[in-house]
């Protein structure tokens, strides 16, 4: 397992927590830290640990080192330990910089604490902590307006070049006139309480090349455009947390022609969000339905021929805002500008409310009953008159809540777009050589290149360009793109703008981004005065630091792509936690992180971070005794599948491992987790709870109050792994409570939830006790998996698993595969199931798909957006990862830590296949095998550590041998 650099425990600390005069938290800043010495004696074996609150990027003499910390609770913060003797030199000056990006709000990762530096340099003969001889300066070129990432992420960034050093983390950079570091305090100081060592390596950050330019655009972008953090205006203090707010009220501006013209109002991504409800005119309403889509569908419009002067425009919102935001991108065909509708508007926004409304739904607490006179009387403003009625509601925006571009508007769906042919030469960019590309200038028009990377992946957008001061070059990710689709990131602004100083330069943008595709648009290229050449697009990808231990190969190349593409989709899914996506959220889901972890044993390895994930989900306990389906996460709910997952996957872990001690130390917390759920069972003996209850993206009866079958179902599946656990950490008591739960809640189920005239088991009983009529595969899927369904109502199941009535929900996604293919695998139809994966997930390779989607076209999320899935990379979804090996090579453990391996191949129509599994200690399992079907017979050979017992089972009615060759 993995041991930390360091252990230096809180009382060895000299250094202390540091920041700058100003604002304790400030939204989206970055601050950037120096501190320069001179070692008397050799630095060989220097340590420099570091943490920050809330990301960190390190350099020492010039060379960037890396970024962290971890995520952790702040009671629990992270803290990383990098060596930096080899970049030190002795009687010289040397200089540590970093720069720290402080989120000044709460996301799906991150819980708001305060902008901090805490860093302690340790050489031979001295210590140098953080403290006043530090020098401390906001980074000039970033502006802390750029609009957020998504819900989930921070923040996308404007980067003026112009306004900022490229040197300043040289030691020969002049800090002189920055100012003292203000002290914090020491170690212990509140929100960190306690500085924990990282327990797992530092991320792998590597150059990766892309693979070819793909597109090259000439756009014409809005004239006008801007987003806007409705959520923070509209309930100040949300910047503490990540729930979705209630929201009913208005934004308003006022539009000034200088000439009569066409204008067309664009609101980006809000025809799939939601949020927009209507536009009001001078007076004219427009509904929701009366604003025409534009693009792909995600953009509402209105277009007005106006007279000149002052026009009032009224945009609606309403709904469960997350932290989104509005999106407002404005075109005509005469000069016009936007302004405060009231004197001094130090932004062009103003806005009214939030009205008094009603919530429901206990997980987005969506508004109604709003709708008053007077609400409704708001869409007719027209006049500062009629804008006075709703003085006491009237705010006017900050410029810290507007941003000064929408760059995924102007990125994605400019008002004019032509393409044109790539040239040879502009290929130079994705190879390592210095020839680069001028970029082509069409006058009136922008320059877009779009780069494909080759496959998504989770880096560091980075390129290097020569170019004249002032351009403007704003970079877009996204997943998809084929002759005639291009499915952009929606709702994610996968985005920033960077403006170029004079001259060679590089330019790495400081904020994790999953993507496959990368477009670089050049703005300003007419006045730009010469010619901007484009070197070279070098991303850094970053990853959990892996070797490819596992391997699958067979007589199928399909199958081989497959498993391929779904190890990638697992490696872009492991950062410093399992994540659900590198692109969307990068959040640590508590549910998706089971299936990861088995895929990652099955890949990898990985112990480290599965363990890592496991101990974080406990600390949930502050902010919920239920704990929460995120960590950490200032989104506070409870999703209560994804704790009956974690418990089941605490149990996997200690058996992957064996590893006693991590059983002892996970039962005490299993188990207050499931004592906290049983108070929550009524008088039928079943679960029953307010809570998102969810399981899949299908449209399955699972309400978020009342009686759920499957979330029953997986308590019980959570109780008998819980047993185990107990009877591992000497708990006989324990598991004996677990093992009459789980076999009290099977009989419930069977008495309460089975339906005899459908012969199912039924999705849900609603609060108020009306039974649902939905019948799902999902359902009935768990129930045989629990080992719930008695021995009549399993062949049942089985036919219905095999053959599943049209009228049933059917799977949403590929998260259920590795449950269906379990299942399937365990009643003797992995040929089934393997028929499954050629056809669900060869769908996605002959779409260009490099990593596994999140959702089926079929599901319930995209079928109405037209789009073919979400996520295009989710590590959910990666099944093949481990059911090829396990069930194909047929490798599977009969004894905790693997000490005991099965070997029983199951062909499935396959003529050969060969393969290694890692071990969780040492070595792997390497086996090879060839079948002869008109003889029946199978022959091969294994190959393991010799410490470790091997039984070798033939496929039913073959003959033949796998020689067992041990290892050493």
């Excluded at 064996?658 to 207050?672: F, M, N, S, T």
Aim: glycine share 8%; proline share 7%; with cysteine.
């Amino acid at each position: 397992m993995y041991a930390p650099t360091s252990t230096e425990p809180v009382h060895a600390w000299h250094a202390h927590w540091i920041w700058d005069a100003g604002e304790a938290s400030p939204r989206n800043a970055w601050r950037c830290f120096r501190r320069s010495f001179t070692p008397a004696t050799a630095p060989a074996g220097a340590l420099l640990h570091i943490t920050a609150d809330t990301r960190y990027v390190l350099w020492v003499n010039g060379q960037q080192v890396g970024h962290g910390p971890a995520r952790s609770f702040p009671a629990h913060q992270s803290f990383d330990t990098h060596e930096i003797g080899h970049l030190l030199r002795q009687g010289a000056a040397n200089t540590v910089a970093v720069l720290v990006l402080h989120y000044g709000i709460s996301t799906f990762s991150y819980l708001r604490g305060r902008g901090g530096l805490f860093a302690q340099i340790a050489l031979p003969d001295a210590t140098i902590g953080t403290d006043a001889g530090w020098r401390v300066t906001a980074h000039a070129g970033q502006d802390p307006r750029a609009e957020r990432l998504s819900c989930q992420l921070g923040f996308t960034e404007y980067v003026d070049a112009r306004r900022w050093p490229a040197e300043w983390v040289e030691p020969w950079f002049d800090d002189g006139d920055w100012a003292a570091a203000t002290v914090i305090g020491p170690a212990g100081t509140p929100p960190w309480t306690s500085l924990v060592p990282r327990d797992i390596p530092l991320l792998d950050e590597h150059v990766t090349m892309p693979s070819r330019v793909v597109q090259l655009a000439f756009d014409r972008p809005a004239q006008w455009s801007t987003a806007i953090d409705v959520r923070n205006q509209f309930a100040p203090g949300s910047e503490d947390h990540a729930n979705p707010v209630p929201l009913a009220g208005f934004v308003v501006t006022t539009l000034h022609l200088e000439r009569p013209g066409m204008i067309r109002l664009t609101s980006p991504w809000m025809r799939e969000m939601g949020l927009l409800r209507g536009a009001g005119l001078d007076g004219a309403w427009h509904d929701r339905d009366s604003l025409a889509p534009l693009g792909a569908g995600a953009s509402l419009t209105l277009d007005a021929e106006l007279a000149a002067g002052a026009h009032w425009l009224v945009l609606e919102v309403a709904g469960a805002e997350h932290g989104h935001g509005l999106r407002l991108d404005i075109d005509a065909d005469t000069p016009f500008t936007v302004a405060s509708p009231i004197n001094g508007g130090e932004s062009p926004f103003l806005t009214i409310g939030s009205f008094p409304m009603v919530t429901s739904d206990v997980v987005f607490p969506t508004p109604h009953d709003f709708e008053t006179d007077r609400y409704r009387a708001a869409r007719t403003i027209a006049s500062a008159a009629d804008l006075a009625a709703f003085d006491e509601l009237v705010r006017p925006v900050p410029p810290s809540l507007t941003s000064p571009a929408d760059l995924f508007g102007l990125a994605s769906a400019p008002a004019e777009r032509s393409f044109a042919p790539v040239p040879a030469e502009a290929q130079h960019v994705v190879m390592a050589n210095e020839s680069g590309f001028t970029i082509p200038v069409q006058p009136g028009r922008d320059t877009a290149l779009v780069i494909d990377l080759g496959r998504e992946c989770a880096c560091y957008v980075a390129f290097e360009l020569e170019a004249p001061a002032g351009v403007t070059v704003d970079a877009l990710g996204f997943e998809y793109l084929a002759a005639t689709r291009r499915e952009d990131t929606v709702p994610l602004n996968n985005s920033f703008r960077y403006v170029t100083r004079g001259g060679w330069q590089r330019y790495e943008s400081p904020t994790l981004r999953g993507l496959r595709y990368l477009q670089l648009t050049f703005r300003g290229l007419d006045d730009a005065g010469s010619p901007v050449r484009l070197i070279r697009v070098a991303p850094v990808e970053s990853h959990y630091p892996v070797a490819e231990v596992g391997d699958f190969r067979c007589s199928d190349s399909r199958l081989d792509a497959i498993w391929r593409m779904s190890r990638q989709t697992v490696l872009a899914c492991m950062e410093d936690t399992y994540v659900d996506c590198p692109a969307y959220e990068q959040t640590f889901w508590v549910g998706d992180a089971y299936s990861s972890s088995r895929f990652a044993a099955y890949l990898f390895g990985a112990e480290p971070l599965t363990e890592r994930c496991l101990r974080l989900v406990p600390q949930s306990a502050t902010q919920t005794h239920l704990l929460d389906s995120q960590v950490p996460s200032g989104w506070v709910q409870v999703l209560p599948n994804w704790t009956f997952f974690w418990a089941m996957a605490c149990r996997e872990h200690w058996f992957r491992t064996g590893h006693e001690h991590v059983a002892r130390g996970l039962w005490p917390e299993v188990r207050k987790a499931l004592d906290a759920f049983a108070e929550h069972l009524n008088g039928d003996g079943l679960l029953e709870i307010a809570a998102w209850n969810l399981l899949d993206w299908a449209p399955m009866d699972q309400p978020n109050s009342g009686v759920v079958t499957h979330q029953n179902l997986l308590m019980v599946m959570a109780l008998d792994a819980a047993a185990e656990l107990a009877a591992v950490a000497d708990d006989p008591a324990g598991a004996a409570t677990m093992r009459q739960r789980a076999d009290t809640l099977r009989a419930a189920i069977n008495r309460a939830l089975w339906d005899d005239g459908e012969r199912a088991y039924r999705d849900a009983i609603h609060a108020g006790g009306t039974p649902s009529d939905v019948f799902s595969v999902q359902t009935q899927l768990f129930a045989l998996l629990s080992d719930t369904a008695p021995g009549e109502r399993q062949a049942l199941i089985e036919s219905y698993l095999l053959d599943p009535p049209a009228a049933w929900v059917q799977i949403g996604s590929p998260w259920m595969s590795i449950f269906l293919y379990d299942a399937l695998a365990e009643l003797g139809h992995t040929g089934a199931a393997i028929a499954d994966a050629r056809r669900n997930f060869g769908m996605m390779l002959d779409h260009g798909a490099t990593t596994c989607w999140e959702v089926f076209p079929s599901s319930n999320v995209v079928e109405k957006s037209g789009r073919l899935t979400r996520s295009h990379c989710h590590a959910w979804s990666a099944a093949p990862a481990a059911f090829f090996p396990a069930r194909l090579l047929g490798v599977r453990p009969l004894a905790p830590g693997w000490t005991r391996v099965l070997v029983a191949p199951e062909p499935s129509g396959l003529a050969w296949a060969s393969g290694s599994v890692p071990l969780p200690e040492v070595g792997r399992v390497d086996v090879e095998w060839r079948v002869d079907d008109g003889t029946k017979t199978i022959t091969g050979s294994v190959r393991a550590p010799a410490g470790v017992e091997i039984e070798v089972r033939l496929p039913a009615g073959y003959e033949g041998k796998l020689a067992f060759e041990p290892v050493g």
